[in-house]
């Protein structure tokens, strides 16, 4: 049974940096087609913060691109997300994703709470 475990969320005051960490088990690193974090804030839709692949290749939301840098060691299936220069816009839950090569549905985590403070 594949498990998503996040970790790393938290309250931090706007200008502060929190590291999120989201380590899979029960799948195989060669079955990962890539990973990433999504945040969904009160009254709004899930979105796409970054993602990466297994080949390295990175994607950022607009919002946070130059502060979140996402990497990934692929021995360890784990993904990490460092925000820096926090904003309260970016308070959310924080969900990890899996993206597997086989078809089917992705994988999430059961989701981080980050709250920025103004």
């Known amino acids: 049974q594949v498990q998503l475990v996040e970790s790393g969320g938290g309250l931090v005051q706007a200008g502060g940096s929190l590291r999120l960490s989201c380590a899979a088990s029960g799948i195989s690193i060669f079955s990962i087609k890539g990973m990433g974090w999504y945040r969904q804030a009160p009254g709004k839709q899930r979105e796409l913060v970054a993602g990466?692949?297994?080949?390295?290749?990175?994607t950022y939301a607009d919002s946070v691109k130059g502060r979140f840098t996402i990497s990934r060691d692929n021995a360890k299936s784990t993904v990490n997300l460092q925000m820096n220069m926090l904003k309260p816009e970016d308070t959310a839950v924080y969900y990890c994703n899996l993206e597997r090569y086989e078809l089917g549905p992705d994988y999430w985590g059961q989701g981080t709470q980050v709250t920025v403070s103004s």
């Open positions: 990466i692949t297994r080949a390295g290749s990175t």
